[in-house]
Structures are given as C-alpha cells and as structure tokens.
Antibody, heavy 120, light 110 residues
Framework: QVQLQESGPGLVKPSQTLSLTCTVS??????????WSWIRQPPGKGLECIGY???????YYNPSLKSRLTISVDTSKNQFSLKLSSVTAADTAVYYC????????????WGPGAVVTVSS | QTVVTQEPSFSVSPGGTVTLTCGLS?????????PSWYQQTPGQAPRTLIY???TRSSGVPDRFSGSILGNKAALTITGAQADDESDYYC??????????FGTGTKVTVL
C-alpha cells in the first residue's frame, strides 16, 4: 500500500527557508486522481492546508502563504517537496504530507509528520 | 476568509452517542462541499474517517457515521468507546481548489 514519509531539517533559523521532502513508496506519484499535499499543525493548534501539486507540476497554494511558498515534484524519485521562505516563529509546526484524492475531496493517506522549529 | 467552525469540546459516556458539527462562518454546508472527517490522537498523524459526507474510509468502524444536519456537516459516534477519545477535524471543499480545515473538536469519553 502507498506510504508517505517526510524528511528534512528539524530546526530552521528565522528569515531562512524551510525545506521538506515527502517520499512516496508502494505506488507511483504519477497519474491517477491524486494530488500530493502539504498540511501543517502549529503546536496546540489545528490543521492547515498549505498547498498541493499534481504530478504534471500544476499547483494550488494557500493564498495566505502563496508569496513564500514553492511546491515541486520529482517523478523520477517519486518525491514532492515544500519550500517556505522567510520563516518566522509562526511557521513552527508539525508538517504532514498527504495524498489528496481530488475526485472524492479527501486526504486519504498521511505521512507521520515532521516537526520543524523556527528558532535562532 | 472562510472559517469552518466546530464545537471546541464534547464529553460522552462510554456507550453513549455524540454528534459533532462542522459549519461555516457565513453560509450553509451542503454535499457539494464534500465534507470529510479526520481523527487525531496526541502525537499522531490524522486518520481519515469519513469522506464525501457519509462514506466510511477502509477499516473505520460503523459506529462512525457522517451526514448533513440542517446547514452543517455532522459526525456521529454511536456507542462511544474509550479509544474514541481524540481530536476530530472536518474539511470542506470551498471551490477553486481550496480545502479548509475546521477548528477541531476535542472529544472526551468518561
């Protein structure tokens, strides 16, 4: 079955760029009705959809983050990535990657999450 | 900015029934929002429970059910068990590619 795993630095300095990668195993990132998404959860708070990407490269970005956000896909490695620039303490969160089945509007597979702290 | 509202908390007795709701700060929820529901325990990733308003995800017990009640989406737990004690989040599709998570409900079973 399809599994997702986030990876990347757990500590990022303020004003720098947060970078995470999600590796998809047990299935191909290409094709199908699946988009590949990033969702975050600040400590003690709720979930927020950051954005998502189709294997072809088409993207949706949360308008509140759009100016700082880049989501990309590498089909040869079966991975997709998140870059969030000019981070502040407010970007400290658990970052989840998730498969979005658009035909059913459901985030149906989740990675375990990656804790990212923004601190000097 | 659309806000998807949920009750902050609910308490239910073991074996009891509880209905959580998911509404909009402005407007009504309908099946076209394709509500989905997720369960999250501390330190864990969310688990998908319900999608397309009332379809249970694979492996989800039938004590969980989804519906539209009035102008809100609803998740009902019938015959609550101790391990149902979790945070529950809804998601609504708002059009133009936008998916918005609800504020979350903490359910206590005691």
């Amino acid at each position: 079955q399809v599994q997702l795993q986030e990876s990347g630095p757990g500590l990022v300095k303020p004003s720098q760029t947060l970078s995470l990668t999600c590796t998809v195993s047990g299935g191909s990132i290409s094709g199908g009705d699946y988009y590949w998404s990033w969702i975050r959860q600040p400590p003690g708070k709720g979930l927020e959809c950051i954005g998502y990407i189709y294997y072809s490269g088409s993207t949706y970005y949360n308008p509140s983050l759009k100016s700082r956000l880049t989501i990309s896909v590498d089909t040869s490695k079966n991975q997709f990535s998140l870059k969030l620039s000019s981070v502040t303490a407010a970007d400290t969160a658990v970052y989840y990657c998730s498969r979005l089945t658009v035909a059913k509007d459901v985030f149906d597979i989740w990675g375990p999450g990656a804790v990212v702290t923004v601190s000097s | 900015q659309t806000v998807v509202t949920q009750e902050p908390s609910f308490s239910v007795s073991p074996g009891g029934t509880v209905t959580l709701t998911c509404g909009l700060s402005s407007g009504s929820v309908s099946s076209t929002n394709n509500p989905s529901w997720y369960q999250q325990t501390p330190g864990q990733a969310p688990r998908t429970l319900i999608y397309s308003t009332n379809t249970r995800s694979s492996g989800v017990p039938d004590r969980f059910s989804g519906s539209i009640l009035g102008n809100k989406a609803a998740l009902t737990i019938t015959g609550a068990q101790a391990d149902d004690e979790s945070d529950y989040y809804c998601v609504l599709y708002m059009g133009s590619g936008s998916y918005v998570f609800g504020t979350g409900t903490k359910v206590t079973v005691l």
